[in-house]
């Protein structure tokens, strides 16, 4: 059905306010209108879309990145919006922005408007996985100034490393490192992050005397979100080890 709703309290900024309706026994309907500006332009960020061409082309926002930003502007007042120019800024310390203003087009009143490459920022290589950036874009018709924000999640691998195994089956196959002999351990490594650990290379380094890795590195390669891949080293036991003797191992990945 039809309803018509007094407000005691108009809506003065433009933009999208919730509706929600509730009734006794009833299912409540949870929707959102758009509120216009009574006179003049009124312009506000409507989307934003990632490009990451330059990086690997995920559509996401990835560590050690270049990306641009295609944004759409709405006019939601009643009136033409000309002369508009948009800058975008950020205080986030994995951010660099490399391109922070660009003009735009008229927008007629209800219309929306896409630049291509509006912006650019370079993404840090050192950042936490799933950290959100907050970004401002402040827009002017040289008189009138709107201001907009938004976020953007970025995206890095997160290893971890899981339970060893012991593969002797050259020596005495008891699934233990024993005086003289020599076996493959073997490390599963698991990427927890929001990206591709490309080019990952594993190490590790015998603490003491009781073993000697023959293989200080291992090529892992590329390990995909919530994928775990293996390192392998071949590790020589001394003959000089007495059993029950612990021996200590440095092991890095990245």
């Known amino acids: 059905g039809l309803a018509e709703v007094t407000m005691f309290n108009p809506i003065t900024v433009p933009g999208t306010a919730d509706v929600v309706i509730t009734g006794q026994n009833i299912k409540p309907f949870i929707g959102t209108v758009t509120v216009a500006s009574p006179e003049g332009a009124y312009v506000l960020l409507d989307a934003f879309e990632i490009d990451d061409a330059s990086g690997n082309n995920n559509g996401i926002v990835d560590f050690d990145e270049y990306v641009m930003l295609d944004v759409t502007l709405e006019n939601l007042g009643s009136q033409t919006a000309t002369t508009l120019s948009a800058a975008l800024s950020t205080t986030d310390e994995y951010i660099t922005l490399n391109t922070s203003t660009h003009s735009w087009p008229n927008i007629p009143s209800g219309s929306i408007s896409t630049q291509t490459g509006a912006f650019a920022f370079t993404v840090d290589e050192l950042i936490t996985d799933q950290h959100v950036a907050a970004f401002t874009l402040v ?116």
């Open 139 to 254: 827009i002017t018709d040289g008189t009138d100034t709107w201001t907009s924000t938004f976020n953007v999640i970025l995206n890095a691998p997160a290893l971890s490393v899981l339970s060893y195994t012991i593969d002797d089956a050259a020596g005495n196959n008891n699934g233990r490192l024993d005086p003289g002999e020599t076996a493959s351990i073997t490390i599963p490594n698991l990427n927890e992050g929001g990206c591709e650990a490309i080019n990952t290379i594993a190490s590790a380094v015998a603490i003491g005397s009781l073993i000697t890795i023959n293989n200080a590195t291992y090529n892992v390669g590329t390990i995909a979100p919530d994928q775990t891949m293996d390192a392998v080293f071949n590790i020589t036991v001394s003959a000089n080890a007495q059993v029950g003797e612990v021996a200590n191992v440095n092991y890095s990945v990245a």
